[in-house]
């Protein structure tokens, strides 16, 4: 049975006392440990009036909150407390970062919980290093770019160590490139143990990325549970103000079209077009290097080589070396595999099961990717 | 880049950023200080030497075009000032030129043309000291050097957060400034004001939008009431109250030893003044 780090009965949140209707109205939710979970819903749902609820910053008109089981106390050292356990990256950058320099604004919320001068400045060099800006340390905040500022702001929520990292909006505002880089790095702490929720309307991320999805509209919950019984529910989707994701719309396309079964559901276009796959079709193999401290010495051989992974990343600049595939790299290697064609990923080590996992997720559509150590 | 980011962009380039801020300013105060209070022509000219050096080490003279505009304005003024005041001298002393224009009486003597140059030259040696100091200081760290004089903690606090999101605020009055262009809503005088006042109103909603929203954000990230500073810069040690000390007493000195050695009568006017 899945354990749950938060859990809401019947909260009730309004702004003002003169709402016609609240802007949570008796919602009652589960979000359970270690599942990847997306909050979705149209612009004005309530999503994140329903996160800041999980922090303690609302207090609810009526209702409780849990955290770990535990009803939430409303007293400043009970909430320095939770807030430690958990982190909100929230949508707007500007709105969260508060220092002159980079460094000053990572260290802000170590410094707030107390921590000792060294531990603070491991913290912000591991930060750093996670979202790739070790370079911009000392710069002043305003002088960088909104990809940049979001960064800095994911790493300062990074700098606290949270048991949950909670991430309004990750992909809003970021060209397609740093949003890779961002779900890269919301995986890796996935795998870390990090329970990450996602609030966000963008149905195509949520789909690829999320095993339980929380729908709210207008302040109702309407929907809890895995992604596809909901998308496959067209007037319900509708009615939220969403739209299907393209993987879900072209599967069922397929099924129309080429009658396939409409099950299993493929959340990636390399699952899609594995699906699709004729029989007897060759596919390609996948050479999976973990990367740990250094680069090991493997020669490509002229087959395109992706990265995956802010240590293999690190380490390929650090060589000079330009790989083929920068981001979303298993994606691109399986791509490639269903064309027939052989590739090389480099990932870091402790990703490897993560990266075994999705390739091998390939079997349920059908083909097995090999993979060569 | 805004004008603001340009001056803030110099300050963190500076050469001079590690240093004490509160030690620069105790210098720069310093310097002011005795330039003003010696009779020399010769000290302004040490006092501009000092600036010049050190805005050369800080910044290469890099300056935002902005602020040299504001500086060439600043000598403006301070030449007409000057201007006023070589030709209002004391009327006990014999003039070296005595003339009415218009309905001005106009008598300049030896006295307070030589006044003039001494006030102008001090103008523009304070100015490029200032300015060594403005270029190397950003606001952050000046607001620790207030802490550190043991300003009320609320002060210097203000002082950032002010510096922080005014930056924001600047941008969105820049964005919206630019929307109402697009919209043509400078069009006639008119038209300017009430484009401007409605930009005026809409600057101060957003900036509660952007305060409510900033205090959310603080308490998530388990803000205690005050800004813990990571890198305080340096603190004013025996080191620059040493330096400025040394400075003050060999400008004082010069100060004295020089005094009369220019003469911007005979200068300009040659031995007959």
């Known amino acids: ?373 | 880049m805004s004008e603001e980011m340009q001056m803030d962009t110099l300050a963190y380039s500076s050469r001079m950023l590690k240093w004490a801020p509160l030690g620069k300013f105790l210098f720069v105060i310093a310097v002011l200080i005795v330039n003003i209070v010696t009779n020399s022509m010769m000290v302004p000219f040490v006092t501009l030497a000092i600036g010049l050096v050190l805005m050369a080490y800080s910044t290469n003279f890099k300056i935002p075009f902005f602020v040299a505009l504001a500086l060439a304005e600043a000598v403006l003024i301070l030449a007409i000032g000057c201007g006023m005041i070589s030709i209002t001298g004391d009327k006990a002393d014999p003039a070296i030129w005595d003339t009415n224009l218009l309905w001005f009486d106009v008598y300049m003597t030896h006295d307070s043309f030589n006044k003039a140059w001494l006030v102008m030259f001090r103008g523009i040696a304070g100015m490029a000291v200032m300015m060594s100091f403005a270029t190397s200081t950003p606001i952050p760290h000046l607001s620790q050097a207030l802490k550190q004089v043991h300003m009320p903690r609320e002060v210097s606090e203000l002082v950032v957060l002010i510096y922080r999101y005014g930056f924001f605020l600047l941008e969105r009055l820049d964005a919206m400034w630019e929307a109402a262009h697009c919209r043509m809503g400078f069009n006639g005088f008119m038209n300017t004001m009430k484009t401007t006042a409605s930009i005026t109103v809409g600057i101060f909603t957003s900036s509660s939008n952007l305060a409510d929203k900033a205090q959310i954000a603080l308490d998530c990230r388990n803000y205690q009431g005050y800004f813990p500073i990571y890198n305080a810069p340096p603190k004013l040690g025996i080191k620059w109250i040493l330096v400025t000390v040394a400075a003050v007493a060999l400008i004082y000195v010069f100060g004295i030893y020089t005094e009369g050695w220019i003469d911007m009568t005979k200068l300009f006017f040659g031995g007959s003044a």
Request: charged share 25%; net charge negative.
């Open chain 1, 1 to 373: 049975m899945k354990e749950c780090i938060f859990e809401t009965e019947n909260l009730v949140y309004s702004y003002s006392t003169k709402q016609a209707k609240p802007s949570l109205d008796n919602v009652s939710v589960e979000i359970h440990k270690g599942v990847r979970t997306a909050i979705l819903g149209a612009n004005g749902a309530g999503k994140s009036t329903l996160f800041y609820h999980f922090n303690g910053i609302f207090k609810p008109v009526s209702g409780t909150v849990k955290y770990m089981g535990k009803p939430l106390e409303y007293t400043r050292e009970a909430l320095t407390e939770l807030r430690n356990d958990i982190s909100v990256v929230v949508q707007n950058p500007d709105e969260q970062i508060f220092s002159a320099t980079v460094e000053e604004d990572i260290a802000f919320g170590p410094m707030n919980m107390g921590m000792e001068r060294d531990e603070i400045e491991r913290r912000i060099q591991e930060s750093l290093f996670k979202v790739g800006m070790e370079e911009y340390r000392e710069r002043p905040t305003i002088q960088l770019s909104y990809g940049q500022r979001k960064r800095v702001a994911l790493a300062g929520a990074l700098a606290i160590s949270p048991k949950v990292l909670i991430l309004d909006e990750p992909t809003a505002g970021l060209d397609p490139q740093m949003s890779q880089e961002v779900i890269e790095l919301v995986e890796q702490l996935c795998e870390a143990g990090t329970t990450v929720i996602i609030s966000t309307h963008d149905v195509d991320l949520a789909y690829a990325w999320a095993e339980e999805i929380h729908v709210l509209i207008h302040g109702d919950l309407v929907y809890s549970g895995e992604p596809e019984p909901f998308f496959d529910d067209h007037e319900k989707v509708a009615m939220t103000g969403l739209v299907m994701p393209h993987t879900f719309s072209v599967n069922s396309s397929v099924q129309r079209i080429c009658g396939r079964e409409v099950a299993p559901y493929p959340r990636t276009n390399s699952q899609i077009l594995c699906k699709m796959l004729p029989e007897g079709s060759r596919i390609g193999k996948i050479r999976l290097v973990p990367v740990e401290d250094s680069l090991p010495d493997v020669p490509a051989e002229g087959l395109p080589t992706g990265i995956y992974g802010a240590i293999t990343r690190r380490l390929f600049r650090a060589a000079g070396r330009e790989p083929d595939y920068h981001f979303n790299a298993i994606e691109y290697c399986l791509m490639d595999a269903v064309g027939g064609k052989d590739s090389v990923l480099f990932c870091d080590a402790p990703m490897k099961d993560r990266v075994l996992e999705v390739i091998g997720r390939m079997e349920a559509f059908g083909k097995k990717v090999e993979v060569v150590m």
